[in-house]
């Protein structure tokens, strides 16, 4: 199973953390900060694997973001490759083109569609159109409720 | 695109665009200050927020927390928004529940009360909410409060398909929590069965939790096995279009192939012969299909396809009863490991491992071994490198043992310092099992130390010694090896000790030699002396004791040595003690007291020296 996914940027920054697997918060800090340093310090035509503590890391850059996952030692690296493409597709049809801006304004969506992927650290969901449809009836619940304070937040309240 | 918010939280996207604008560490954890006061203010105000606010204070304060700011309140108002019967709050409240309670929030009850209600919700977006958030907090009370209902849920014919896969994953993360939540007995057969559900999502899903329940039980859920191979089959010849939504870059379902493969591993080959024959053909197919021209130039089309092909591999070597296949995938792998791409050479240099201890493919693995060094020479990556180390390990045999120790050898030379030491104890290891002649054996260690001493543990070096004592025909090479060693301008520590030993138990063996004297022995040993630590200084204490015997020759000048004051005066008190000891027993100058036998026997282990 997945152990958790990272998504920082080529600076460092954090701009999502899934975890499956519970640890206190000081722990995560801490293992965070150490791979993020690891992987910042790997060239680009290295492999897209690395054994780091006990565990097994697969990583992929896209553009300016690094999409990295911890999986056990008896998981297939190569299909977890396949989930950080799956959810990049993903990301992609539902922002439209999407960038690291999207990921950090509507951090909370890109939790929404992780959590339709992947459930408990395993693959749900492989089917893209699936996922979309799941994705697509949430939103349209949203836009049935009527946002109260939208009116106040634009200053016509 | 720019990012733009349909649902209208105006005020996060301004809140986020500030801290964005901050300039310094401390103009960012300003801002985030006076937000915070700002929402504990609103939160223990008078007027009672309505849902999008708390919503939106919420949000803002998850994404504090997610910046790497601890957050000390909120909790309740979260909580809160799991009861509104809007579903973007009830979201919020979830996520910011799922990231920030820990399992013995006293919260929790509440928590619980509210996944209740949406677990029976007639809405299956509100019931997989629910879901998903008992799946990614996962704690014991959880599991015991819905342990009994989840199952039931799964099975249901009346749970539609979405629900269904949450459900499988949402069972499978209590079940980690706490395997007893699924008893043995009603709930198997019907577990199993959602291997043949129409819908391959939900089959993917069960796969997981089916896989997770035969590791703790496998006979129990034998049933799956007949299962798991006819849907695997199915797969394996199914045509892309056949699959539709379940066909990754034209691989149909490699998720769900590659679940099956692995749930296949929990088992020896089926006895069944039918059954046992559809898997063959099953792993024919697939290594076939690695030869035929891929559908797509696309990375993804080949990852998920190799993926597969991977798994299958692992599945042949498990089974490690079809040499045809073993031979095939063996071939195959070879094929991988001069691939262009970095990541299949990695791969194929770890599944080699695996087909390398098995007797069937030993000798195939074999014929890859020039490929191998040259990997191990030529690949950028250490991670490659070391992969090719480890296969060239599993590779060694009496045949090939002293090329490979060689290999290593020259290899440890430029290695990194994070992989010495566990290249020391290999190359250590397989010395030792293979050397057919003892004069080898002795010089690789002796290399070791030399090459890469620091990381030559206490072990290693005990080993080579307890070996040159208990063989006699390598005795008086051991004793002229470590004298020339010790002749090099730098002497690793190490090399100091074992020959300080060696020499103590065998230097009469090069006495003889004019260049190897007692005194030139003698001096050389000392000449080193003080530039090592305490515990070395006492071996060779040790050492000197045994040359008065040894070469009563040059008693006086040892007698010398152990006088001076930097020895019976010295601070530590081990030394002061031999020098004192060794000095009265040379005194006394009876031969009996002296005798080897007497010396090396009260002390054999190299540790008590």
Redesign the interface.
């Known amino acids: 199973?997945l152990q958790f996914m990272l998504l920082f940027s080529r600076q460092g920054k954090?701009r999502?953390?899934k975890w499956y697997v519970?640890h206190p918060?000081k722990q995560k800090?801490k293992i965070t900060r150490e791979l993020i340093t690891t992987i910042l310090a790997r060239?680009p035509?290295?492999?897209?694997?690395?054994?780091w503590k006990d565990l097994k890391i697969v990583y992929k850059r896209y553009a300016s973001l690094y999409f990295c996952c911890a999986i056990d030692q008896?998981d297939?690296?190569?299909?977890t490759?396949?989930i950080i493409?799956?959810y990049v597709e993903l990301l992609d049809k539902y922002?439209?083109?999407?960038?690291e801006?999207?990921i950090?304004?509507?951090?909370?969506k890109a939790?929404?569609i992780l959590?339709e992927l992947l459930?408990?650290?395993?693959?749900?969901?492989?089917?893209?159109?699936?996922v979309l449809k799941?994705i697509a009836?949430?939103?349209l619940?949203?836009?049935e409720?009527t946002?109260?304070?939208?009116f106040e937040?634009?200053g016509l309240g | 695109m720019p990012a733009v918010r349909g649902d209208g939280m105006r005020g996060l996207a301004v809140f986020i665009s500030d801290i964005r604008n901050c300039k310094s560490k401390e103009a960012e954890i300003k801002r985030i200050n006076k937000e915070l006061a700002n929402i504990r203010s609103k939160f223990r105000g008078d007027r009672t927020l309505d849902g999008y606010q708390k919503k939106k204070y919420v949000c803002k304060l998850l994404f504090i927390f997610l910046l790497g700011h601890d957050i000390d309140f909120g909790h309740m108002e979260a909580v809160n928004l799991l009861s509104s019967n809007k579903y973007s709050e009830k979201q919020i409240g979830y996520l910011f529940i799922s990231v920030l309670i820990s399992a013995n929030n006293e919260l929790m009850k509440l928590i619980i009360q509210s996944i209740k209600n949406d677990l029976s919700s007639r809405n299956p977006i509100h019931v997989n909410l629910a879901l998903q958030c008992i799946a990614n907090i996962g704690s014991r009370e959880m599991a015991e409060t819905f342990g009994s209902e989840i199952p039931k849920l799964l099975v249901s014919g009346e749970t539609i398909d979405v629900v269904k896969q949450s459900a499988a994953l949402c069972l499978l993360r209590l079940f980690r929590t706490l395997p007893d939540i699924i008893p043995s007995g009603e709930w198997t057969s019907r577990i199993v069965h959602l291997l043949n559900d129409q819908h391959l999502g939900v089959v993917t899903a069960a796969v997981n939790l089916i896989d997770a329940l035969v590791k703790k039980n496998s006979d129990e859920y034998k049933g799956c096995i007949s299962l798991a191979v006819s849907r695997l089959s199915r797969i394996v010849t199914a045509s892309y279009t056949d699959l539709q939504d379940y066909t990754y870059y034209f691989v149909p379902a490699p998720w769900l192939s590659m679940k099956l493969l692995r749930l296949l591993q929990n088992y020896p080959p089926p006895e069944d012969p039918g059954v046992r024959g559809r898997l063959t053909e099953c792993l024919e197919t697939i290594l076939n299909k690695a030869q035929e021209p891929p559908k797509s130039k696309k990375v993804q089309h080949s990852n998920a396809k190799n993926a597969v092909l991977f798994e299958a591999i692992s599945l042949i070597i498990h089974m490690d009863s079809e040499p045809n296949l073993l031979v095939r995938g063996c071939n195959q792998l070879g094929q991988f490991l001069q691939h262009r791409e970095t990541n299949l050479r990695y791969l194929a240099l770890e599944s080699m491992c695996l087909l390398a201890t098995s007797e069937f493919s030993h000798e195939a693995v074999k014929k890859h071994q020039e490929t191998v060094v040259t990997a191990l020479k030529t690949e950028r990556d250490v991670s490659v490198r070391q992969r090719a180390v480890d296969l060239l390990y599993a590779m060694c045999d009496k045949t090939n043992a002293e090329e490979i120790v060689g290999e290593m050898l020259n290899y440890l030379e430029t290695a990194d310092y994070s992989i010495r030491e566990e290249m020391v104890m290999k190359v250590a290891i397989l010395a030792e099992k293979y050397a057919s002649d003892y004069t080898w054996y002795v010089d690789v260690i002796l290399n070791l130390i030399r090459i890469a001493g620091d990381y030559v543990s206490d072990e290693v070096w005990y080993r080579v010694i307890q070996i040159v004592i208990n063989r006699e025909d390598v005795q008086g090479y051991a004793a002229k090896t470590v004298f020339e060693a010790l002749q090099a301008p730098a002497c690793h520590e190490n090399m100091v000790k074992v020959a300080a030993y060696i020499l103590g138990e065998f230097g009469n063996l090069i006495a003889g030699d004019q260049r190897s004297s007692p005194f030139v022995q003698f001096n050389l040993l000392h000449s080193k002396y003080h530039l090592c630590a305490a515990q070395t200084r006492a071996l060779l204490l040790t050492t000197y004791v045994k040359f008065i015997n040894l070469f009563p020759e040059i008693r006086a000048d040892i007698q010398n040595i152990l006088k001076s004051d930097s020895n019976i005066r010295s601070s530590e008190v081990e030394l002061q003690q031999r020098s004192m000891e060794y000095l009265q027993l040379s005194q006394i100058a009876s031969t009996d007291v002296l005798d080897p036998a007497a010396v090396s026997g009260a002390a054999l282990h190299p540790a008590r020296q």
Request: hydrophobic share 35%; glycine share 6%; with cysteine.
């Open positions: 199973m954090l999502l953390q519970a918060d800090k060239k035509k290295m492999c897209s694997f690395l054994e008896d297939n690296e190569l299909l490759l396949e493409h799956r922002f439209g083109s999407v960038c801006l999207d950090i304004f509507n951090f909370e939790y929404f959590d459930l408990g650290g395993e693959i749900q969901e492989t089917s893209k159109k699936n799941a009836a949430q939103d619940l949203q836009e409720e946002p109260q304070g939208f937040d634009h």
